[in-house]
């Protein structure tokens, strides 16, 4: 009897295969990081040939090493990075351009241009999205206009465009199915989140082919089979979900007020704000789930840089050897003495949705050491993160009295407690944190039968430990100002 199930968990840096036995225990994983190509400052690529390698890989390792049999597979779920988007020759399956990724900048000028023809509250009212180049829209836009014979062949109906969760399911199919689900849709920045379909307007606008785009359905059903000429195996693909939407889920952030905050590569709060979409103007109101026929939807802050910080201290400075010794670092000291740094490597995100900022360090004296910056990496990111909660509480007028914590950078200690400290909330981490890959696995499980319902799955969620907030009013406010005045001067790096 098939008894497991397998979450691909796809995301920036790395592509990883979790199994999870039917009650939901991760039994076995397996990860593999794959290149991040930078053409140009602020431009971010990504070979979606090698993604798709590296997901293979590591599924199919997990399976051999962990010595189950293939017929034992019950369903494969879908978790991946959002808004990144891929185009390929639907005949030969091949790229005709690197994907381009969330975090890539190329488009600012262009999202510029649209703000001053006044597309600002129509492409809100539409999709739910502030115009940022940050959406998959103006990415799919520049591949189309930019690389030479590509518009026509879209025009043609000889392309295929979508993220990387269609990239995948159409890969794992052999090329034979070509979908998304609601969540993924909905960060496209062409997607009506009200009429739940491609905006024809906005398709216009950008001068996409409705043709090119993927049909859009629940995030929990069954999409297709794996192909066995592809994988060496088939079974159902039973879940496809956005990484942030998915660690939702996999939370059990199920009421509306449930909040939780990843902290990945960049950090991402979400609030469940039920069957009813909550407009904001700073915050992103976004589709939280789709499933059984229904539309749940979110609120959603996204800080772009966060566990990325570490991963910069680490291979480009050089600073540390692996992640976890900015923890062993940062306990050396009490405090970051005064540094800040501002980690607005592509700008910031909530809710300040500055393009151009650029990262900084500010606050360095003689006696800052080492220690000090892996401390002042770790509190920036606690920053960013009490910024986005902030304006989520400000624009929804529901007072966030617990935030639920996941991701793999939520580990630390150090950090999870200066987060409850500058937020003056109780912050609660699951004993299993990834739970990215959960949500993918309970949606595939309900999908193909191992679990009932929702009910089932609250169950099986268990704490590792709540943060509550320690910090006296004076020296928050203090950290906080100084943390405003390093803000001010990322965004205006240029002057």
Request: charged share 25%; with cysteine.
């Amino acid at each position: 009897m098939a008894k497991y199930v397998i979450a691909l968990d796809e995301g920036t840096t790395s592509c990883r295969a979790v199994l999870y036995d039917e009650n939901a225990k991760p039994l076995d994983s397996r990860q593999l990081e794959f290149e991040q190509i930078y053409p140009k400052a602020g431009w971010v690529e990504h070979d979606a040939e090698e993604i798709f390698k590296c997901q293979l890989k590591v599924l199919q390792n997990l399976i051999v090493e962990s010595e189950i049999k293939r017929d034992e597979i019950a369903a494969i779920g879908i978790t991946n990075q959002r808004e990144t988007v891929v185009v390929w020759d639907k005949k030969t399956g091949k790229p005709v351009y690197n994907a381009i990724v969330w975090q890539c900048r190329r488009t600012a000028d262009y999202c510029d241009e649209l703000m001053k023809q006044g597309w600002t509250g129509k492409i809100r009212d539409k999709t739910g999205l502030l115009i940022d180049a940050y959406f998959s829209a103006t990415k799919l836009k520049w591949i189309l206009d930019n690389v030479p014979g590509v518009r026509k062949r879209a025009e043609k109906g000889e392309l295929l465009a979508g993220t990387i969760d269609t990239w995948l399911i159409w890969k794992l199919s052999g090329g034979k199915v070509h979908i998304t689900d609601y969540t993924n849709a909905s960060r496209t920045m062409l997607f009506n989140i009200y009429k739940l379909d491609w905006d024809d307007e906005l398709l216009q606008l950008m001068n996409i082919p409705r043709c090119i785009l993927p049909e859009v359905c629940d995030s929990s059903r069954i999409y297709c089979n794996t192909e066995s000429s592809v994988c060496g195996f088939s079974a159902p693909v039973a879940s496809a979900i956005g990484d942030q939407q998915s660690a939702l889920f996999g939370q059990g952030c199920f009421n509306k007020g449930d909040s939780k905050n990843t902290y990945g590569t960049g950090c991402f709060m979400l609030m469940n704000t039920g069957d009813k979409p909550v407009r904001s103007k700073n915050l992103l109101t976004t589709i939280a789930i789709g499933i059984d026929g229904k539309i749940e939807y979110a609120l959603e802050g996204s800080v772009f840089i966060g566990g990325a910080l570490i991963k910069w201290l680490r291979d480009e400075l050089e600073m540390i050897d692996t992640a976890n010794d900015v923890n062993i670092q940062a306990a050396k000291v009490k405090d970051s003495n005064g540094v800040y740094i501002v980690p607005a490597f592509v700008g910031l995100g909530t809710p300040y949705w500055d393009m151009y900022a650029r990262g900084t360090i500010t606050g360095l004296t003689r006696g800052v050491k080492k220690a000090h910056i892996c401390r002042a990496a770790l509190e920036s990111i606690a920053y960013e993160v009490r910024d986005v909660l902030e304006a989520m509480v400000k624009d929804s007028n529901i007072k966030i009295t617990k935030l639920n914590v996941d991701g793999g950078a939520c580990v630390s200690d150090i950090m999870m407690q200066f987060q409850a400290d500058i937020m003056n909330t109780r912050v609660c981490r699951p004993k299993n944190v990834e739970t990215t890959a959960l949500g993918a696995a309970y949606l595939a499980m309900l999908a193909c039968g191992l679990l009932k319902n929702k009910s089932e799955l609250l169950k099986k969620r268990t704490v590792d430990k709540v943060f509550e907030p320690k910090m006296k009013t004076e020296q928050r406010k203090t950290l906080l100002s100084g943390w405003e005045k390093a803000v001010e001067r990322s965004k205006k790096w240029e002057c």
